[in-house]
């Protein structure tokens, strides 16, 4: 009888990258229409799905702004800006032309832009969210109770000043893609609410940078016996380049080429404390706990 395949390690899904991204460790773009004669007006509904706002087709069509995006509970994105900044004048200048027109649209058409970044400088981004949906004014005294919702999930100090030099915009959501290795994903709603965010990853550069310093005996070993031979006597780097619940990307040089292997953990890793004795069973590491 043919033989059974071995099952491809656990990786973290598109709903789970949504929500990973969605938390804002890695701040994103935010892409508004423009309402010179490039842009056309603000209310016609997010035409600015053309995410490729800095490609040739989105070029002059929409202005890019750095934006610090967070998220509640429940998945709901929301955009932190500070109230004296360039960001926040052209938010309330279009929200004010959209509840003027006569469409009388309830937001401000807009793009919200993440692109994964990866540790080390060796690795690709391995992930980039695209959000498509209107932001939305919050009035004042929604603000507060945003704010404390934001910070049950992400405890950023910027959340204590909403209400005086920052403000709370809300981003409803139209349509959601995550784009990875696998091709681009159009996630269902559900799906997203139903997904949890990758534990590690805010601190994954941290430790990442740990196993580089602290255990890279370890790390090598691992990586001569997952080898084959010929491969492991041609060996010449070895690098963590990822960290998720499911386990660890190591990148190899073998000769003059380069491959990824992936280090699983035998479950999931749900947080800090279940760390350290996964990443001591997916290294073959004695010492008990890779991170000790």
Do not use: I, K
């Amino acid at each position: 009888m043919p033989s059974t395949p071995e099952p491809l390690p656990l990786r973290t899904t598109p709903a789970q990258w949504a929500r990973t991204l969605a938390q804002g460790t890695v701040p994103g773009t935010l892409h508004l229409p423009r309402t010179d004669a490039a842009g056309g007006c603000p209310h016609h509904g997010p035409a600015v799905h053309d995410t490729g706002a800095t490609g040739a087709r989105g070029a002059g069509r929409t202005d890019a702004h750095r934006v610090q995006h967070l998220a509640d509970a429940s998945g709901a994105l929301l955009l932190l800006v500070g109230t004296g900044d360039a960001l926040h004048e052209r938010l309330v200048e279009l929200a004010e032309a959209a509840e003027g027109a006569p469409a009388g649209a309830s937001g401000v058409p807009a793009v919200l832009d993440v692109l994964d970044v990866p540790p080390g400088q060796a690795a690709l981004p391995r992930a980039r969210l695209c959000v498509t949906g209107w932001v939305e004014r919050v009035d004042a005294a929604g603000q507060r109770e945003l704010a404390q919702a934001a910070a049950a999930v992400r405890p950023l100090g910027a959340l204590l000043d909403v209400g005086t030099t920052r403000a709370l915009w809300r981003l409803e959501v139209a349509d959601v893609r995550v784009t990875t290795a696998q091709g681009v994903h159009l996630l269902d709603e559900d799906a997203v609410a139903a997904a949890t965010a990758d534990p590690f990853y805010a601190d994954e550069d941290g430790v990442v940078s740990h196993l580089e310093a602290g255990h890279r005996d370890a790390l090598v070993a691992w990586v001569l016996r997952e080898l084959p031979a010929g491969e492991a006597a041609r060996t010449r780097e070895v690098s963590v380049v990822g960290l998720d619940r499911y386990g660890l990307d190591v990148l190899v040089t073998v000769g003059s080429g380069t491959r990824v292997l992936r280090a699983p953990f035998p479950r999931p890793a749900g947080g800090p404390h279940e760390l350290r004795p996964s990443l001591c069973a997916a290294l073959g590491c004695p010492c008990g706990g890779v991170t000790g």
